[in-house]
Nanobody
Framework: EVQLQASGGGFVQAGGSLRLSCPAS????????RGWFRQAPGDVREAVLC????????EIADSVKGRFTMSDDNAENMMYLQMNNLKIEDTAVYYC???????????????WGQGTKVTVSS
């Protein structure tokens, strides 16, 4: 069964850090473009950070540049989102996704993990 499972969300004060994890099963993450999205209350889902299949290209939202990074553990078939210097406006439900097109474009075959909620307080 093809599955993604995001975890690691929680409550954090502004300026703090969190690392989200997303293990994959049923397929190899590095066979596809993959990334992280988020949806704040009342907003549409937006792309945060995505990488190409070979990891050589990235697409990152301006709002998180310099603060968020993405990495993989190929041996564990897992991807991570490291979030530093969190801001109140980063509060959202975060989703991992794989099978994307250049590099954050959602397609009909895109696989989604269940969301993990991140709440940043002042």
């Amino acid at each position: 069964e093809v599955q993604l499972q995001a975890s690691g969300g929680g409550f954090v004060q502004a300026g703090g850090s969190l690392r989200l994890s997303c293990p994959a099963s049923g397929f190899s993450l590095d066979d596809y473009a993959r990334g992280w999205f988020r949806q704040a209350p009342g907003d549409v889902r937006e792309a945060v950070l995505c990488i190409s299949k070979d990891g050589g290209n990235t697409e990152i939202a301006d709002s998180v540049k310099g603060r968020f990074t993405m990495s993989d553990d190929n041996a564990e078939n897992m991807m991570y989102l490291q979030m530093n210097n969190l801001k109140i406006e980063d509060t959202a439900v975060y989703y991992c996704a794989a099978v994307l097109d250049r590099y954050c474009m959602v397609v009909s075959g895109t696989k989604w993990g269940q969301g993990t909620k991140v709440t940043v307080s002042s």
